[in-house]
């Protein structure tokens, strides 16, 4: 073994956490009140159907009905299982399986969607399909939020990093025609905007957070002068719509549900599933990752064995840049086409917020992306449905799992030990 890995490896090793932690019941025992009330108290008559199939599919799968009143108490009864089991589990300190967690959740949206949408039809590759249209732009952000965590600086800036990419992406595309074009000027875009967030954490070791909101602040306001002053006045030579065709991946897209889903999509989709294999696998996997968590973990020990800790934070933290502006690119040659102003909608701290739920681990944080996705593709099912669900409530329906699942699902979470401390070399 090289003195690199024989001094950085136990870096990540740090002793496990063996306080107990109520959390994760807590949030259960919440949810689980939830469905008494919703499917219990406030009980529909009737029963909803969910479409399964397209009809473009290999084979047709029938449409499958949920009476209501049988759904909402089947789901209570098993969320009530769910959260003794986890109390039973905490209080013999142990840990409760991610699966389970997954299992529990899809339970209550699956009670939630049949209360919801009683008497009406939802189509369920339709409502995945625009869930994970949602979600793209967050995995491109929390992976970008992971790099740069791991590695020892907090990336507040991550939404200048999204308006940075879709701004540059749109107007450069516009400008030569090409959405590859685009998509790599949304990469320098995010690179730039995380070169600002580098030089005055690290090398003026200016308070991370307090810069990331003021970058963030920065290029929300930068690309609304832009946007008014020179996008707007020339919208058909700057700000066309240029965007990404459909690409279906034959014989593959015709699968039933997950077909249309994940393999009739276009290049910045196909190229954020790439981005999560090979983040998650050089982070763990290589000497770059090892090097990496070990500045991030303890930058002392990672210079003591010859590592530069300032160049290794620098040039990761625009690594993130770069995958967030990818990001970026989706809002606008993936989705939409032309740029509009603040057009992110504060996406950047919903996928910081992935990056915490899913404990600083890019599989874990692309799952938490998808399913702040889907919370904020469900109230558009919703809507579109005429559910008697108030439309206040759909619309912060994103956030409200987004605090929940922070605040109360996480349970114990530790970060890299010295995410956002700056390092000053003795």
């Not at 189509?123 to 965590?149: C, H, R």
């Not at 810069?211 to 707007?232: D, E, H, K, P, R």
């Not at 030579?237 to 549900?257: A, D, M, S």
């Amino acid at each position: 073994m090289s003195p690199t890995a024989a001094h950085a490896a136990p870096l990540t090793d740090r002793p496990v956490e063996t306080t107990r932690s109520w959390k994760l019941p807590i949030g259960y025992g919440v949810f689980t009140l939830v469905a008494l009330v919703l499917f219990g108290l406030l009980h529909r008559p009737g029963s909803t159907t969910f479409r399964l199939a397209n009809a473009g599919d290999f084979f047709q799968l029938p449409d499958v009905p949920l009476a209501v009143g049988a759904t909402g108490t089947i789901v209570i009864v098993l969320l009530a299982l769910g959260t003794a089991y986890a109390v039973w589990v905490v209080s013999r300190n142990g840990r409760v399986p991610l699966w389970v967690t997954s299992v529990f959740a899809i339970l209550f949206v699956v009670g939630f969607l049949t209360w919801a949408a009683a008497g009406a039809t939802i189509p369920l590759p339709g409502l995945l399909v625009g869930a994970l249209g949602l979600s793209v732009p967050l995995v491109f952000g929390a992976l970008g939020g992971v790099i740069s965590e791991r590695v020892g600086v907090v990336n507040i800036a991550i939404e200048g990093q999204f308006l940075g990419g879709a701004f540059v992406s749109a107007m450069i595309g516009s400008l030569t025609g090409s959405a590859w074009v685009g998509l790599v000027g949304a990469i320098i875009a995010g690179v730039l905007v995380s070169f600002v967030l580098a030089a005055f954490s690290i090398k003026y070791l200016v308070d991370q957070v307090i810069v990331g909101v003021v970058i963030n602040a920065f290029i929300s306001g930068l690309t609304g002068f832009l946007y008014s002053q020179v996008l707007s006045p020339a919208e058909q030579t700057l700000n066309v719509g240029i965007r990404f065709p459909t690409l279906p991946i034959p014989l593959l897209h015709q699968i039933p549900v997950i077909g249309p889903v994940f393999f009739e999509q276009n290049v910045i989709v196909y190229l954020a599933y790439i981005a999560v294999a090979v983040v998650t696998f050089a982070l763990f996997k290589t000497r770059w990752g090892l090097r990496l968590r070990a500045v991030g973990e303890h930058p002392q020990a990672a210079d003591t064995v010859g590592i530069n800790v300032s160049r290794t934070r620098f040039w990761n933290v625009s690594l993130a840049g770069a995958v967030a502006g990818l990001g970026g690119a989706y809002f606008t040659l993936g989705s939409v086409g032309p740029f509009a102003k603040d057009m992110t909608a504060g996406a950047g701290y919903i996928a910081l917020a992935a990056v915490i739920f899913g404990r600083w681990d890019p599989i874990r944080a692309t799952l938490a992306a998808l399913l702040f996705g889907f919370a904020s593709n469900l109230q558009n099912v919703l809507g579109s449905i005429n559910s008697p669900v108030p439309s206040e409530f759909l619309l912060m329906l994103p956030y409200v799992v987004t605090i929940f699942a922070v605040a109360g699902l996480v349970g114990q979470s530790r970060g890299p030990a010295a995410s956002g401390k700056p390092y000053i070399k003795s």
